[in-house]
């Protein structure tokens, strides 16, 4: 029996926020579970599905909280179209998802699609000697630095999914990084060691990064 979901006072900038931040994120590990054939990523995404349909459930409540008249309702209609969005996009994700796990083979479509997108996926383990093994990844600064974001860790049976910057990488931790072609490249050469220091990026005259 599934869980009641009761009204919490939550502004919805922030709800908005992580429905799409949530949706984002089933996207890429969606992708992963297909690519890297893993299920326990697939059921990851499943688990978010849930949460994506809490976030909706609670936007609604709160949306709902607030309109008195006509002009409220009219001024929340973008609202729930943006909350629509991230439901729709969750719910693709888990169907993705749901192949890897019935082992029916993702349709070639579906990875050709991912292929078209401007950032690349890549799975790589730390090896002990990595620059990376025993430092948190809010000192690796690997978004800023190379343009790579972790989506997830596996460490033995564990598995950490969006790990924050106060997360402690490890020796043999398993590692999948979205970023750009160039960005994934120096993020695998980074864990196998081959990479004795994190790259920092290239500033113009104005001190931007090029």
Not at 155 to 183: F, H, Q, W, Y
């Amino acid at each position: 029996m599934e869980e009641e979901i009761k009204y919490k006072p939550i502004s919805v900038r922030r709800l908005l926020a992580e429905l799409q931040s949530t949706s984002t994120l089933m996207v890429d590990l969606a992708y992963s579970s297909v690519l890297f054939s893993d299920k326990d990523l697939a059921e990851e995404v499943i688990e978010l599905e849930k949460k994506v349909e809490d976030l909706k459930t609670l936007l609604l409540m709160n949306t709902a909280i607030v309109i008195k008249d006509a002009e409220d309702a009219e001024a929340m209609v973008g609202i729930m179209e943006v909350g629509g969005v991230a439901d729709t996009i969750s719910h693709a994700a888990g169907s993705i998802s749901r192949i890897v796990l019935l082992d029916l083979g993702a349709d070639p479509s579906i990875l050709e699609a991912f292929g078209k997108t401007q950032e690349r996926l890549v799975k790589t383990k730390i090896s002990p000697g990595s620059v990376m093994s025993g430092k948190t990844l809010g000192k690796l600064k690997l978004e800023t630095n190379i343009g790579v974001n972790v989506i997830s860790i596996r460490r033995g049976k564990e598995l950490i999914i969006n790990p924050g910057a106060k997360t402690t990488l490890m020796a043999e931790d398993t590692l999948i990084g979205r970023g750009s072609d160039v960005g994934v490249v120096e993020f695998d050469k980074l864990a196998k060691g081959e990479l004795k220091a994190v790259p920092r990026p290239k500033l113009d005259m104005k001190g931007e990064s090029v």
